[in-house]
């Protein structure tokens, strides 16, 4: 059954590591969010990454670095600096892997996310009661969080592969900086709603997705 898929792009680009710019960038997941956000038209709107759909990934290795940006619209590489690559951008229109999407088929998935749970206090009478505050979770609480967040997203998981990615940190002028675990998902899983597949995948899973959080990448599964 053929599928008609708005566009869907996915830009790698690999990032020099010799570059100023790039080691800012990779210091502070804000400085990337906005060194992303420059490869889009301006005038997107409150809302500019959603606006564009624009979700990214940082990859690393112990000797290369890339950039994984996801977006609606194409990215626009001569905003990047002079020097900010190490080759080549690549480009996929991911539209034929939306359409090739189809309930019962196997696939590889990795996403970065940050596996959380709400924990509220003690209520006291006469008093409100607080939201609830934000707790990370590790080991065996968060590949349950990412079991339940795979089903939601149309996918049964066969394996799961959790790696603890390096501590990321978000710097602000006059205020106090902010850190971040991530946890990379990996594995294998069987598709069972495609509609809900493809809004993952569009949309994105979880918090920090401005922050290089949230990509779901799929490919077909090849034994």
Same mark, same amino acid.
């Given at each position: 059954?053929?599928?008609?898929t708005a566009?869907?792009?996915?830009?790698r680009?690999p990032l020099n590591?010799?570059c100023?710019e790039?080691?800012?960038?990779?210091?502070?997941?804000?400085?990337l969010h906005?060194?992303?956000?420059s490869?889009f038209?301006?005038?997107?709107?409150?809302?500019p990454?959603a606006?564009?759909?624009?979700?990214?990934? *940082?990859?690393?290795t112990?000797? %290369? !670095?890339a950039l994984?940006v996801?977006?609606?619209? =194409?990215?626009?590489r001569? +905003? *990047?600096?002079?020097?900010y690559? %190490? !080759?080549?951008?690549?480009?996929?229109d991911l539209? =034929?892997?939306?359409?090739w +999407?189809?309930?019962?088929?196997?696939v590889q998935?990795?996403i970065d996310?940050q596996?959380?749970?709400?924990?509220r206090?003690?209520?006291?009478p006469g008093v409100?009661?607080?939201r609830?505050?934000p707790v990370?979770?590790?080991g065996q609480?968060?590949?349950?969080?990412?079991h339940r967040?795979?089903l939601l997203?149309g996918?049964q998981?066969h394996?799961i592969?959790d790696l603890?990615q390096?501590?990321?940190t978000?710097?602000r002028?006059?205020?106090?900086?902010?850190?971040f675990?991530?946890?990379?998902?990996e594995g294998?899983a069987?598709i069972?709603?495609p509609?809900?597949?493809?809004?993952?995948?569009r949309?994105?899973?979880?918090?920090?997705?401005s922050?290089?959080?949230?990509?779901?990448?799929?490919?077909?599964h090849?034994?």
């Amino acid at each position: 059954m053929t599928v008609l898929t708005a566009p869907l792009n996915l830009a790698r680009i690999p990032l020099n590591r010799y570059c100023r710019e790039v080691r800012a960038d990779l210091k502070d997941r804000g400085s990337l969010h906005r060194r992303v956000q420059s490869l889009f038209p301006d005038r997107l709107g409150p809302h500019p990454r959603a606006a564009a759909g624009v979700l990214f990934r *940082l990859e690393r290795t112990e000797s %290369s !670095a890339a950039l994984l940006v996801q977006s609606a619209i =194409p990215v626009n590489r001569n +905003a *990047l600096p002079a020097g900010y690559t %190490s !080759a080549d951008v690549e480009y996929r229109d991911l539209a =034929p892997l939306l359409d090739w +999407a189809q309930a019962g088929r196997t696939v590889q998935y990795r996403i970065d996310a940050q596996p959380q749970r709400s924990v509220r206090e003690p209520h006291r009478p006469g008093v409100e009661r607080p939201r609830g505050k934000p707790v990370s979770l590790i080991g065996q609480d968060a590949v349950d969080w990412w079991h339940r967040q795979a089903l939601l997203a149309g996918l049964q998981p066969h394996t799961i592969l959790d790696l603890r990615q390096p501590i990321a940190t978000v710097l602000r002028e006059n205020a106090h900086s902010g850190s971040f675990r991530i946890t990379r998902f990996e594995g294998t899983a069987t598709i069972t709603d495609p509609d809900a597949l493809r809004t993952a995948l569009r949309k994105g899973i979880g918090q920090g997705r401005s922050y290089g959080l949230g990509l779901l990448s799929i490919a077909p599964h090849r034994p």
